[in-house]
Nanobody, 116 residues
């Protein structure tokens, strides 16, 4: 079964850190690029970070640059999103998308809540 599954979300205080994971099954990230998105209540889904299948190229939304890091572990077939210095405005459901041409796979999302 081809799917991606996110995990690692939770409740964290402002200034804290979380690491999200995006695990693939039925295919390998070595051939797919991966993006993280997030969607806050009442808002549109927005791009957060992306990484190419080789892991050599990354890009970030301006709002998370310097705080978030995306990485790829081909051995574990997993993409990570390390989130540091979290703010209340980072609260959202975070989604992972793997894509290769017309092939696109979305995960179910993981909730991140930043609150004191």
């Amino acid at each position: 079964q081809v799917q991606v599954v996110e995990s690692g979300g939770g409740l964290v205080q402002p200034g804290g850190s979380l690491r999200l994971s995006c695990a693939a099954s039925g295919f390998t990230f070595s051939t797919y690029s991966v993006n993280w998105y997030r969607q806050a209540p009442g808002k549109e889904r927005q791009f957060v970070a992306g990484i190419t299948n080789t892991g050599t190229s990354t890009n970030y939304a301006d709002s998370v640059k310097g705080r978030f890091t995306i990485s790829l572990d081909n051995g574990k077939n997993t993409v990570y999103l390390q989130m540091n210095s979290l703010r209340s405005e980072d609260t959202a459901v975070y989604y992972c998308k793997a894509f290769l041409g017309l092939y696109v796979y979305w995960g179910q999302g993981t909730q991140v809540t930043v609150s004191s």
